[in-house]
């Protein structure tokens, strides 16, 4: 019987969740897009993300959705594999950025990956480097989160990058890196500057 009672409880777990989620995605409805924006979708360092955009020839938008799943905006990120910063750079990437000459390491050193107008020239020209080599935004996403590698060998099975990812974690990151990009778009149909 008291087993048959926690079985019964335990099945309502879900319910209540899918039930919570509910009423909290029709109260964001409801809020301002100027309080959503500022509270989930908020923008830093405007300047330099426009500069890095106009730079490198990277979306601005997509700038921000990178660093919105990358790090949250913390500058001071740091994963267990080793990425830093806001744009979760991996030390030997921006190295390798810098030996690419596409950013001026005597200008932005690739060891101060904390310093967020580096991180973002190096994050930035990183995004560019991909989106020469490959055809899409969704492939430029999914590589920055596995390598140019790994989507090249999953590109061998088709053009729609989605059906053929192989890492779980890429295939989440693919999907909030969109979102993001989207609510970036829609929160600041002006610009990014709009933030300011």
């Given at each position: 019987m008291?087993?048959?009672?926690?079985?019964?409880?335990y099945?309502?777990i879900?319910?209540v969740?899918m039930?919570?989620a509910c009423?909290?995605?029709?109260?964001?409805?409801?809020?301002?897009?100027?309080?959503?924006?500022?509270?989930?979708?908020p923008?830093?360092?405007?300047?330099?993300?426009?500069?890095?955009s106009?730079?490198?020839?990277?979306?601005?938008?997509?700038i921000?959705?990178?660093?919105?799943?990358?790090?949250?905006w913390?500058a001071?990120a740091t994963?267990?594999?080793?990425?830093?910063?806001?744009?979760?750079?991996m030390?030997s990437?921006?190295?390798?950025?810098?030996?690419?000459?596409?950013?001026?390491s005597?200008?932005y050193?690739?060891?101060?990956?904390?310093?967020?107008?580096?991180?973002?020239?190096?994050?930035t020209?990183?995004?560019?480097?991909?989106?020469?080599?490959?055809s899409?935004?969704?492939q430029?996403?999914?590589?920055?989160?596995?390598?140019?590698g790994?989507v090249?060998?999953?590109?061998?099975?088709?053009?729609?990058?989605?059906?053929?990812?192989?890492?779980?974690?890429?295939?989440s990151?693919?999907?909030?890196?969109?979102?993001?990009?989207e609510?970036?778009?829609?929160?600041y149909?002006s610009?990014i500057?709009?933030?300011?």
């Amino acid at each position: 019987m008291m087993r048959e009672r926690f079985w019964r409880w335990y099945r309502t777990i879900p319910i209540v969740c899918m039930l919570l989620a509910c009423v909290l995605s029709a109260a964001s409805n409801l809020l301002p897009s100027k309080v959503i924006r500022t509270v989930f979708y908020p923008v830093k360092y405007a300047d330099v993300i426009e500069q890095a955009s106009q730079r490198y020839g990277v979306d601005e938008y997509l700038i921000c959705a990178v660093i919105k799943c990358e790090s949250n905006w913390d500058a001071s990120a740091t994963s267990n594999a080793g990425a830093v910063g806001l744009m979760q750079l991996m030390p030997s990437t921006s190295e390798a950025v810098a030996k690419m000459g596409t950013v001026d390491s005597s200008t932005y050193s690739p060891d101060n990956l904390t310093d967020p107008t580096t991180n973002i020239m190096y994050g930035t020209a990183y995004l560019a480097y991909l989106q020469k080599n490959l055809s899409t935004r969704d492939q430029v996403i999914a590589a920055y989160n596995a390598g140019l590698g790994s989507v090249s060998k999953w590109l061998a099975n088709g053009s729609d990058i989605s059906q053929h990812i192989q890492y779980s974690e890429t295939a989440s990151y693919l999907v909030r890196v969109n979102q993001a990009y989207e609510r970036y778009k829609q929160f600041y149909p002006s610009g990014i500057s709009e933030s300011q």
